[in-house]
Each structure stands twice: as structure tokens, then as C-alpha cells.
């Protein structure tokens, strides 16, 4: 069973620019939740859909945005780039409505690292 | 406010010796703790899951303990391999609306020879 995919894997933009980053989850998967990850931050949740519906919200900027797809797949855009957007973008999947945070395990892709110049 | 804090921040023990992971948290209310290594550059991957009646949970030479009491974690590692070098996170789960999950920042280990 193929794992959590997500594209690209590293991009570099330069400020002002805007961005899209794609999450597959794993087949059969519903739950698909995202994080910024920042060094001495640790993994800050943005947002978390289930069957094409934000169902959380992390606190970020209206210029983060995403969405999910009728099979899963999510997408998640951030406009207007600013340097300190830098990070590690990490996707998770969960077979568990509301992501499986209560209870469920998530299984995380290997990220999309962007730096922004 | 929900909270978990991790200690220590960085730890570098010598290949073959044990060490001790610690997580407090104060996320309520308690559904269940998860710990989760994370090699550099990579996802992390889930060690364990526990929830509010499980005191002990191990994976490999992994074992991870609940006090729910005193709101503590550790993660005991045996035998360290340098392949244990990664970050590990404590993660805690909580009932109720909203965001569920909050993270820890992570104990940086390192093995060495």
C-alpha cells in the first residue's frame, strides 16, 4: 500500500510569489490534515479536511489556504510569500473522520521543503 | 492552554547506551499520547500510541510510559543504535472540538560511536 505522497518535494520562490503543494494520502484515507514545520517551533497545524471539508483551522493568515478533493487528494496554497514562510510542509492522512486525532493514527508524507528568497 | 513541553532539547549518548525521553504536557482533557520519530529531512513516523489506561506501551526497543496522573511521558530507548538518530516528538490528544492535537518541539538525539 503506497504510502503518503506529497509533491514537490523542494521548491525555492522568492517573496510576493505564491505557492501550491499537493498531498496524495493513502488509499482509502478521507482525513488529510497540514503542518508547518519551523526549526525550534515544532509541527504547527494549519488546517485538516475530511471528505472535501475544512473541518479545523490552525491560527495562520488568510493567504494559507486549501482544499480537498472527491478523491482525497488535498492541495494547499500560500499567496503573497514572505520569508519567514520558509519551512517544511508536511501532510498527514487518516482513515478516522475529524483527521483520527482523537483516537487514529497518522501517517505522515516526507514533506515539501520551501524556501522562499 | 493546552501545552507540551519536552526535555531535554538535544541529548548525544554513545551507540550501544540507553537514555530516557521526557514529555509533560497539559492538554485536557486527555485522550491519548503518541510519540513519533522524525529523521532529518523526513516525515515522522509514529513509536506509539497510549491512551489514558495504558501505563506501558513498547515497539522494538522503544518503550514509552503514561503517568496521567502527573501529565508525564517518557520514552526510555535500549541499546541505541546510530540509526536512532532523529528527533522525537510527543504528541498529545485531546476530546472535544476544534484542533486536537498539540506537539511537542522535540528532543534532538544523536548517536555516536
Known amino acids: 500500500k503506497a504510502g503518503v505522497t506529497q509533491t514537490p518535494r523542494y521548491l525555492i520562490k522568492t517573496r510576493g510569489q505564491q505557492v501550491t503543494l499537493s498531498c496524495s494520502p493513502i488509499?482509502?484515507?478521507?482525513?488529510v490534515s497540514w503542518y508547518q514545520q519551523t526549526p525550534g517551533q515544532g509541527l504547527q497545524f494549519l488546517f485538516e479536511?475530511?471528505?472535501?471539508?475544512?473541518?479545523n483551522k490552525g491560527n495562520f493568515p488568510g493567504r494559507f489556504s486549501g482544499r480537498q478533493f472527491s478523491n482525497s487528494r488535498s492541495e494547499m496554497n500560500v499567496s503573497t510569500l514572505e520569508l519567514g514562510d520558509s519551512a517544511l510542509y508536511l501532510c498527514?492522512?487518516?482513515?478516522?473522520?475529524?483527521?483520527?486525532?482523537?483516537?487514529?493514527?497518522?501517517?505522515f508524507g516526507e514533506g515539501s521543503r520551501l524556501t522562499v528568497l | 492552554k493546552n501545552q507540551v513541553e519536552q526535555s531535554p532539547q538535544s541529548l548525544i549518548i554513545l551507540e550501544g547506551k540507553n537514555c530516557t525521553l521526557q514529555c509533560n504536557y497539559t492538554v485536557s482533557p486527555f485522550s491519548n499520547l503518541r510519540w513519533y520519530k522524525q529523521d532529518t529531512g523526513r516525515g515522522p513516523v509514529s513509536l506509539t500510541i497510549m491512551t489514558f489506561s495504558e501505563n506501558t506501551k513498547s515497539n522494538g526497543r522503544y518503550t514509552a510510559t503514561l503517568d496521567a496522573d502527573t501529565k508525564q511521558s517518557s520514552l526510555h530507548i535500549t541499546a541505541s543504535q546510530l540509526s536512532d538518530s532523529a528527533s522525537y516528538i510527543c504528541v498529545v490528544s485531546r476530546t472535544g472540538g476544534g484542533n486536537k492535537l498539540t506537539f511537542g518541539t522535540g528532543t534532538q538525539l544523536k548517536v555516536e560511536l
Open positions: 488509499s482509502g484515507h478521507r482525513s
Open positions: 479536511y475530511f471528505s472535501e471539508t475544512q473541518r
Open positions: 498527514a492522512s487518516s482513515d478516522l473522520s475529524g483527521g483520527g486525532s482523537h483516537t487514529g493514527e497518522l501517517f
